[in-house]
């Protein structure tokens, strides 16, 4: 089989009707740096923490002997600070690439222009 023949013959995956694709954009939108989607997953695991937080509260809230108290904090409390604590990791990881993007970008565009000038100078 030659290069030409190989080109022209469709892939598995065509013929299957998957779109890679689509695949590959929905996971370069999540890897890219300056995208936002990760600090919005952030946000959502912390809030889904806070919201389980508050549900051990509320019902660790109406017992007063703390051996009925515990299930709902091993439950519902401990959980949901460990969600906490994870989306603010999942955010601040988030913000810190999206700041070293923004710097690269600069660093870049300053770059190109120090060249022109440069090349202007000579």
Not at 14 to 40: E, K, Q
Not at 46 to 71: D, H, N, R, S, Y
Not at 81 to 86: P, S
């Amino acid at each position: 089989m030659t290069n030409a023949s190989l080109m022209s013959e469709p892939r598995e995956n065509d013929t299957l009707g998957i779109d890679d694709g689509g695949r590959r954009g929905r996971w370069r939108m999540l890897t890219d740096p300056a995208s936002l989607l990760p600090t919005l997953i952030g946000v959502a695991v912390a809030a889904i923490g806070f919201t389980l937080m508050g549900i051990g509260w509320a019902k660790v809230a109406g017992l007063t002997e703390v051996w009925q108290q515990m299930p709902y904090l091993l439950s519902a409390g401990l959980p949901g600070l460990g969600l906490v604590m994870t989306g603010l990791v999942i955010v601040n990881v988030s913000a810190r690439r999206q700041d070293a993007a923004a710097r690269a970008r600069q660093t870049e565009a300053l770059s190109e222009a120090l060249g022109e000038l440069r090349r202007t100078l000579r």
